[in-house]
């Protein structure tokens, strides 16, 4: 069975997308594993995490890589994040923030198996709760269902690394619903502009609809 590495610990086995387990025989969200040449490999389906829609649809650049640092903001039950978990690897640092108490739960049961995802209990607002603890991160991933999705990037910016990376889906529907997307997304660009420049805008249909997938650079 061919693998392919198309970007730093994400592969691509018989035309899927897939990552190698950290943790070995524990799946996350019933994702399908591979054991090829004594390596277990997790199947990283695109209509569940939008990071794997946008490589499937073309991201040209991933700066999540082993090693890495990476806030993630709005880190749910932890699927995708349990996928940066892997591509960061064991010396790397996913620090989960997250909001819900029940996605919490199911949250802390992925962390328990992955030493290197770090589950923080807060608001994203409240960067200044656990911005001190965490310090500098290399990359920015933000999936936050709110109307002041761009605020809260800028707040949480001020952790990034010059010149680091963001990676953010921007989820129309949770900003405004009775305005047209493409106004809400050229909204949010024009609002975060001061501080960051659009590397690449991706669209993830048909994974996920009405949402943009933006790389970012920190000015």
Same mark, same amino acid.
């Given at each position: 069975?061919?693998?392919?590495?198309?970007?730093?610990?994400?592969?691509?086995?018989?035309?899927?997308?897939?990552?190698?387990?950290?943790?070995?025989?524990?799946?996350?969200?019933?994702?399908?594993?591979?054991?090829?040449?004594?390596?277990?490999?997790?199947?990283?389906?695109?209509?569940?995490?939008?990071?794997?829609?946008?490589?499937?649809?073309?991201?040209?650049?991933?700066?999540?890589?082993? &090693? =890495? @640092?990476? *806030?993630?903001? +709005?880190? /749910?039950?932890?699927?995708?994040?349990?996928?940066? %978990?892997?591509?960061?690897?064991?010396?790397?640092?996913?620090?989960?923030?997250?909001?819900?108490?029940?996605?919490?739960?199911?949250?802390?049961?992925?962390?328990?198996?992955?030493?290197?995802?770090?589950?923080?209990?807060?608001?994203?607002?409240?960067?200044?709760?656990?911005?001190?603890?965490?310090?500098?991160?290399?990359?920015?991933?933000?999936?936050?269902?709110?109307?002041?999705?761009?605020?809260?990037?800028?707040? &949480? =910016? @001020?952790? *990034?690394?010059? +010149?680091? /990376?963001?990676?953010?889906?921007?989820?129309?529907? %949770?900003?405004?619903?009775?305005?047209?997307?493409?106004?809400?997304?050229?909204?949010?660009?024009?609002?975060?502009?001061?501080?960051?420049?659009?590397?690449?805008?991706?669209?993830?249909?048909?994974?996920?609809?009405?949402?943009?997938?933006?790389?970012?650079?920190?000015?």
């Amino acid at each position: 069975m061919n693998v392919t590495e198309i970007f730093e610990g994400v592969y691509k086995i018989e035309g899927k997308l897939a990552t190698k387990n950290l943790a070995p025989g524990t799946k996350v969200y019933d994702e399908e594993l591979k054991k090829i040449n004594n390596i277990e490999y997790r199947l990283w389906n695109p209509y569940r995490s939008k990071l794997a829609a946008a490589i499937i649809n073309g991201l040209s650049a991933l700066d999540i890589k082993t &090693n =890495s @640092s990476v *806030l993630y903001l +709005g880190a /749910s039950t932890g699927t995708t994040a349990s996928h940066v %978990s892997d591509i960061v690897w064991e010396h790397g640092n996913v620090y989960c923030i997250e909001i819900s108490k029940r996605s919490m739960r199911d949250l802390l049961s992925v962390c328990e198996k992955r030493q290197n995802m770090l589950p923080v209990f807060e608001d994203a607002r409240n960067y200044a709760n656990y911005s001190d603890d965490i310090g500098t991160v290399d990359v920015i991933y933000q999936d936050v269902a709110a109307p002041d999705q761009d605020k809260i990037l800028l707040l &949480n =910016s @001020s952790m *990034l690394k010059s +010149g680091g /990376s963001a990676y953010v889906a921007i989820k129309s529907q %949770s900003i405004n619903i009775s305005k047209d997307p493409k106004i809400v997304f050229e909204e949010f660009i024009q609002s975060i502009s001061k501080t960051f420049k659009v590397v690449q805008r991706i669209k993830i249909e048909p994974f996920d609809k009405m949402h943009l997938f933006l790389h970012l650079k920190k000015i």
